[in-house]
């Protein structure tokens, strides 16, 4: 059983960075494909990023700022986040699949990865 395991949230001002981490045990970071999501209080989640075999896709409103890498030593995938702005703010959560997809715009779909963690909350201040 794959299980994943957020850290690096917390509290910064706008304009500032952020590094979040997300350790995979029971499978490897090389073998799935892993994303990260977000969620702010009342609202839906939010595709930020996947990195696939095929490619690594962002969402709109984080490229240029955010950057996923994975780290296949240490079993850990990262989000670095510059230049965070308020609207931001939220949980994130780190997400894997076994699979690829046929279609880039699938890996957007929250529904379509089978593993999750716990979430981690960032919380920008303006």
């Known amino acids: 059983q794959v299980q994943l395991v957020e850290s690096g949230g917390g509290l910064v001002q706008a304009g500032g960075s952020l590094r979040l981490s997300c350790v995979v045990s029971g499978g490897t970071v090389n073998s799935h494909v892993m994303g990260w999501f977000r969620q702010a209080p009342g609202k839906e989640r939010e595709f930020v990023v996947a990195i696939t075999w095929s490619g690594t896709y962002y969402g709109d409103s984080v490229k240029g700022r955010f950057t996923i890498s994975r780290d296949n030593a240490k079993n850990t995938v990262y989000l670095q986040m510059n230049s965070l702005k308020f609207e931001d703010t939220g949980v994130y959560y780190c997400?894997?699949?076994?699979?690829?997809?046929?279609?880039?715009?699938?890996?957007?779909?929250?529904?379509?990865?089978?593993?999750w963690g716990q979430g981690t909350q960032v919380t920008v201040s303006s």
């Open positions: 997400a894997a699949r076994s699979s690829s997809l046929s279609r880039t715009y699938y890996y957007y779909d929250w529904g379509r990865y089978d593993y």
